[in-house]
């Protein structure tokens, strides 16, 4: 299961939003900086309409979700990477996750301490990114100090060294790793690094409930920001969140209607991470359930059923395909087969977004 790691400075709203993610999380949220110092950890459901849809069809018994961890980390402060307000043990966890999710404060509260005294969330979000960056240049320059010397007689030394070169210059200019080219000789080898900036961010703005729908200045800030990066921003609230988690589901559409908005930004902000990661969801579907399975982008259809068990992929014999449009159109898999949309796929195929998939396999 791929991580997502929420990181953000102290007060945004990073524990409130998790609790929101995990409704049964345990996850403190007050008003101190560093109330969060042990990473939590919670499995989430990606929402996806087309699940019921296909239960539907099938008669199915059960409705199975794909699903996408998130991880809580604590709030970094400016000269984390040096340390400051325990950093180096926070930087360790953001290593260990697939993709951030950068919780900005976009909303005023004089009730709640911004570290910094003041809403500020481009100043909030340089101070993260160069901590981040600080941490990345630090390991880097070291690497290159023993690559420069392997590197007069070995000529792998001598493409990882470019590398380095390339990513080390990068971020002096003020880029993150993940917008260096490298050839994928050259990425090979500072894969191991697990550099912070080089994984895919979304922003998460967090705002009152009076600015759901429509966001405010602040947003338009960040959005600009993102956009000069290529990286995503989504709009949420923790307050309204937090309160969603009380109400009855039939009540929920109600409250968030007279905010303007139909759903939630978590929704929004699940299925946001499901993508950054270049992710896919293929289904199977019957009488005993209807279930979303997460593949990569571009995977064969053997890859995709060894998803399910490493044995189908051993085994594979072929596919029986059908996309979910089609199979949606003609109410069933018997008339889906009548008219010719079901197809037998074989182990070239590229498995595509929203296929429903029979897997053959042999002995």
């Not at 961890?69 to 040096?82: N, P, Y």
Request: charged share 25%; glycine share 6%.
């Amino acid at each position: 299961m791929l991580r997502a790691g929420i990181v953000g400075l102290p007060n945004v709203g990073k524990s409130t939003l998790f609790n929101a993610l995990v409704a049964n999380a345990k996850a403190q949220a007050a008003n101190f900086p560093f109330c969060t110092i042990e990473p939590n950890v919670g499995i989430v459901a990606v929402p996806d309409e087309r699940l019921n849809v296909l239960a539907k069809i099938s008669a199915s018994a059960q409705i199975v979700p794909t699903r996408v961890e998130f991880v809580d980390i604590a709030g970094l402060v400016k000269g984390a990477s040096q340390g400051e307000g325990l950093g180096n043990q926070f930087l360790s966890h953001i290593r260990e996750v697939d993709a951030i999710v950068h919780v900005v404060r976009c909303f005023e509260d004089d009730d709640i301490i911004h570290v910094a005294g003041s809403i500020d969330p481009l100043r909030d979000i340089e101070i993260i990114n160069l901590e981040l960056a600080l941490a990345d240049l630090f390991q880097i320059d070291r690497r290159i100090d023993r690559t420069r010397k392997q590197a007069r007689t070995n000529k792998e030394a001598q493409i990882e060294l470019s590398a380095l070169e390339k990513l080390s210059a990068a971020l002096n200019e003020g880029k993150p790793a993940r917008r260096v080219s490298l050839t994928e000789e050259e990425a090979e080898p500072v894969t191991q690094l697990a550099l912070l900036t080089a994984k895919p961010i979304i922003y998460a703005t967090n705002v009152s409930e009076d600015d759901l729908a429509t966001g405010n200045q602040w947003v338009e800030q960040v959005r600009e920001y993102a956009a000069a990066e290529n990286s995503q921003v989504v709009i949420v609230s923790a307050q309204v969140e937090s309160e969603l988690i009380d109400l009855p589901e039939s009540e929920k559409a109600e409250f968030l209607a007279t905010l303007g908005v139909e759903e939630g930004g978590l929704k929004s902000l699940i299925r946001a991470t499901y993508e950054l990661l270049g992710l896919r969801t293929y289904f199977t579907t019957g009488p005993k359930e209807s279930r979303a399975w997460t593949i990569h982008a571009g995977m064969l259809a053997p890859q995709a059923a060894g998803v399910i068990h490493s044995d189908f992929e051993r085994c594979f014999i072929r596919a029986e395909t059908v996309a979910y449009d089609d199979l949606v159109a003609t109410g069933s898999m018997n008339t889906a087969k009548e008219k010719g949309l079901v197809r037998s796929e074989g182990k070239e195929y590229v498995v595509q977004e929203g296929d429903v998939m029979l897997f053959r396999t042999g002995s």
